[in-house]
């Protein structure tokens, strides 16, 4: 899995490292029960603060994309690629919601914001 920070980016480093690791799920890069590198060895490979990446980590055990295990480190989480709950849906929604504001005020038509949420390039 290869993780890139820009510190030049509006989005905080604990979510630019969030995102990554769940793109990594989202794509298969990333398999159930595979171990994640300690926090102290991933803020030391990426030469980030160590807290910053235990707040990534707990941001993702919050949401079930990983397990933290006392003493064992972090794993992918057994169910990290699930059926999403009422509420996970929801929440999608409501995230997603302002980009689409946004895009509509830019005249992206239905056909281009969808194509843009499934990755595609026109």
């Known amino acids: ?31 159930p029960y595979e171990s994640l590198p300690s926090g102290r060895a991933l803020a030391g490979d990426l030469g980030i603060n160590m807290h910053t ?37 929801e929440g999608i929604r409501d995230r997603l919601q302002p980009i689409i504001d946004e895009a509509k005020c830019l005249k992206l038509t239905d056909e281009e914001i969808y194509q843009l949420i499934k990755g595609e390039k026109k």
């Open 1 to 31: 899995m290869y993780i890139e920070i820009n510190d030049q980016s509006e989005i905080p480093i604990y979510l630019q490292l969030a995102n990554q690791i769940i793109q990594a799920i989202a794509t298969g890069d990333a398999l």
């Open 53 to 89: 990446v235990n707040k990534a980590y707990h941001y993702l055990e919050d949401k079930r994309f990983i397990q933290v295990l006392p003493k064992s480190g972090a794993i992918i989480h057994p169910e990290a690629i699930r059926t999403a709950s009422d509420e996970e849906r």
